[in-house]
């Protein structure tokens, strides 16, 4: 059974950093990619940034403020957060790819609000 976790959401002004972190256990091989997206109320969930063999790759709206780095070995996958926004509010998910099977996180809410 795969179990991902993240931490580090929370409350942070406009303007803040948040870094979330992600951590993978149980029977995972042939990791491909690990990824983070985001939900907004109302609104689709969307990919915010994903790293492969190849590097990361982001979202438009976060390209420059945010920054992903995975360890495939370890099974982790970190999520910088730079100069937030409201906008950025969402819950954000954690995500791993093995081929075309997606394990998923249950999700940890960011709120970016003075």
């Known amino acids: 059974q795969v179990s991902l976790v993240e931490s580090g959401g929370g409350l942070v002004q406009p303007g803040g950093s948040l870094r979330l972190s992600c951590a993978a256990s149980?029977?995972?091989?042939?990791?491909?990619?690990m990824g983070w997206y985001r939900q907004a109320p109302g609104k689709e969930r969307e990919l915010v940034a994903r790293i492969n063999s190849g590097g990361p790759a982001y979202a438009d709206s976060v390209k420059g403020r945010f920054t992903i780095s995975g360890d495939f070995a370890k099974k982790t996958v970190l999520l910088q957060m730079n100069s937030l926004k409201p906008e950025d509010t969402a819950v954000y998910y954690c995500t791993i790819e093995r081929g075309l099977r997606f394990d998923w996180g249950h999700g940890i809410q960011v709120t970016v609000s003075s």
């Open positions: 149980g029977s995972i091989f042939s990791i491909s990619a």
